[in-house]
């Protein structure tokens, strides 16, 4: 039995004039994602003349590589029966400017996971598992590195290793 492929649909628009040159034009944009009700009203990243109030392209791309990580590892825990009470990620993107094409090269994602009772070891090699199987660390050419912190929750931490 062959699996159907999974279609995702996005809608975007902006409005405005670019006939004033590169420095006069709003980039603020709407995009949507049917059937979800809501509207993201995003801009450039500020160093592109954007609106540092709104999100960006570039930290939604970081944002979907650190929610697919939690949600893949979360599965994987789900499944093997490891008790997460609690997941937090302080996420970074490099993108520099010299390097061409301009794109982000390097994400690098800081998960800090609680389990509720000691298996961190398990839990580590689940977070690299969890990296191979994450659909958009699949789908982006950036390098992704992941650096947990694993907390049991009686209270003993195992950082990343150093």
């Known amino acids: 039995m062959r699996a159907h492929p999974h279609r995702y649909w996005t809608e975007l628009t902006w409005q405005g004039s670019t006939g004033g040159g590169y420095a006069?034009?709003?980039?603020?944009h709407q995009v949507s994602a049917p059937p979800a009700g809501v509207t993201l009203s995003l801009s450039a990243d500020p160093s592109f003349r954007g609106d540092?109030?709104?999100?960006?392209?570039?930290?939604?791309?970081?944002?979907?590589?650190?929610?697919?990580?939690?949600?893949?590892?979360?599965?994987?825990?789900?499944?093997?029966?490891?008790?997460?009470?609690?997941?937090?990620?302080s996420a970074e993107a490099l993108m520099s400017l010299e390097d061409k094409p301009v794109?982000?090269?390097?994400?690098?994602?800081?998960?800090?996971?609680?389990?509720?009772?000691?298996?961190a070891k398990r839990v580590r090699a689940l977070m690299v598992r969890a990296h191979h199987e994450c659909f958009i660390a699949n789908s982006v050419n950036a390098e992704i590195a992941?650096?947990?912190?694993?907390?049991?929750?009686?209270?003993?931490?195992?950082p990343a290793p150093g």
């Open 52 to 89: 540092p109030e709104r999100l960006n392209p570039e930290q939604l791309l970081l944002a979907a590589a650190s929610s697919c990580q939690m949600l893949s590892f979360l599965a994987l825990a789900a499944r093997e029966g490891i008790d997460v009470v609690g997941y937090q990620d």
């Open 24 to 28: 006069a034009y709003d980039r603020t």
């Open 146 to 158: 992941i650096e947990p912190e694993i907390v049991d929750a009686g209270g003993s931490a195992e």
């Open 103 to 119: 794109r982000i090269t390097r994400i690098t994602l800081h998960p800090r996971v609680v389990i509720a009772a000691g298996a």
